[in-house]
């Protein structure tokens, strides 16, 4: 076992060589089908392009976009001369889209038409107005001095912007020497890849991740679920977040297997991919694994191929881990623990642990991995069974936040170690659980109670769907105890019900003053629930309620 230290461009062109006609990127619901060396070629078509337009060794790439078939052609095409990939959350709104092209100094910017309930399109001509009246590589813009190209990733044209088959084609005018020689130039130590952390608080910072962290975190994370190059996976997690472009990609990557995209999550679609092309590997946050199950055509499909897969971009309920092995055939489903700044997987719940071990822990650490669970009160590491701060150190710690070294001192200390924000312990074992985080915690009248433990609980009532529990203001006590409920289809659930199965079996300050029932809780484009906002939402139903909290 070792750290490799090649570069994602010299990844790619190892299996274009090795293994050339061996499918490597495939959408099944239109049947378009890449194999590695069709898609080298058109990588170094994008890459030759991008060279056309001014993009060389360090320079910032913004992708907007869901998981269309050319966002990994950007990302390796990029990281083949040497210029860096940022990644833009699909649920960006203009205000949000501004702050990260001027923070991030984005060059050429990639988009699509948008989703959801924004166009892409409009937004940037708002964001940069003198798009309209200028030639395709002359912007000059004002406000984003920084920012020379857009470029729509399709057919399409649009005043001011480049198109996807405009770039491949003056790819295909340069030189193949000239990209030889930026390619010598990229170190697997360079950044190449800044993705914006998603700001549940604060101002969102990007955080500079470099080859030898993505491919090496991609390569453990697929030892750990016994890859081989016969894996297909199943991706419908997003691409601009850590799961999808590392755990995911970062792990086919290095393989050498197959990628099954899914552009927009749809559990239909998911469902009727794993189906058509036998995949054996699936990865989905919580919510992603429970849409699926609960589709009302979900027993039409054959999933009995998949073996393995990754639970993980939330605390992931010990019940319905045991049902996604039950119900959707994936025997050894694992989970992942780590965030963005940790490239991101810190431990792993592999194949060879016990399936109790799987569902109760998030594993023990990755390979060339330090973790430490320390005090967050003294700065002292906490012997077995007491909670902490999970700290990690190692290969796979960021380079640093963009331009922002006092938040980059923040979150790595003096010693090296990457400071989570997240409470864990560690068992007898070696084992690890996350508690929660520090900011969730709730204080309740000088008792700490950790929401994971009752949302755990809360999982073992018949009806519930989904659990959150979080804050609630409170006069007398600092704050409440909220339980956020989404209920299973046609069930009927009551404050009262949920709370007679609280009595008697959880201590009294931990039973939920405050039952909501809601539809869906507030997200992050990358799956991440916002509890934070939570807190505000409680606040919200209760005046609509007449209450005032006591």
Known sequence: MKLHDKTIG???????????????????????????????????????????????????????????????????AGAKVGAILVTVNTSYKQSELEFLVKDADIHTLCITEGVFDGSYIDMVYEMVPELKDSQRGFLHSERFPELKNIVY???????????????????????????????????????????????????????????????????????????????????????????????????????????VMVERFDPLVVLASVHKERCTVLHGVPTMFIAEMNHPMFSMFDLTSLRTGIMAGSLCPIELMRSVTEKMHVKYITSVYGLT??????????????????????????????????????????????????????????????????????????????????LGVKDERGYYRITGRIKDMIIRGGENIYPREIEEFLYHLDGVQDVQVAAVPSKKYGEEVGAFIIPKEGVALTDELVRDFCRGKIARHKIPKYIFFVDTFPMTGSGKIQKFKLKDLSLQLLAQQGIEPV
């Not at 080298?40 to 337009?53: E, T, Y």
């Not at 799961?243 to 970062?250: E, K, N, Q, Y």
Request: aromatic share 12%.
């Open 341 to 422: 700044e940790s490239s991101p997987g810190m431990t792993h719940s592999v194949i060879a642990d016990s399936f109790e071990d799987r569902c109760t822990t998030v594993g023990k650490e990755y390979p060339f991995t330090e973790i430490a669970v320390i005090d967050p009160e003294t700065g002292e590491e906490c012997p077995p069974g007491v909670q902490g701060e999970m700290c990690c150190r190692g290969y796979l710690v960021m380079k640093g936040y963009y331009k922002n070294p006092q938040a980059t001192a923040e979150v790595i200390d003096k010693n090296g170690w990457l400071h989570s924000g997240d």
């Open 10 to 76: 010299q990844w790619i062109e190892h299996w274009a060589e090795t293994t050339p006609d061996k499918e490597f990127l495939v959408y099944s619901d239109r049947d378009l089908r890449f194999s590695w060396k069709t898609f080298n070629q058109r990588v170094d078509d994008m890459a030759k392009g991008l060279m056309a337009i001014g993009v060389k060794k360090g320079t910032h790439v913004g992708i907007w976009a869901t998981n269309v078939p050319d966002w990994l052609t950007f990302l390796y």
């Open 153 to 259: 990733i399709g057919q399409e044209k649009y005043r001011g912007m480049y198109n996807t088959p405009e770039i491949l084609l003056l790819g295909r005018n340069i030189d193949d020497q000239m990209l030889e020689d930026a390619k010598s130039q990229v170190d697997c130590y360079d950044v190449v890849n800044m993705q914006y952390t998603s700001g549940t608080t604060g101002f969102p910072k990007g955080v500079m991740l470099t080859h030898h962290n993505i491919t090496n975190n991609g390569y453990f994370t697929g030892m750990g679920m016994d890859f081989t190059s016969e894996e297909k996976v199943c991706c419908c997690v997003p691409l601009f977040h850590c799961f999808g472009v590392v755990l995911a990609s970062m792990a086919v990557l290095t393989y050498g297997c197959t990628q």
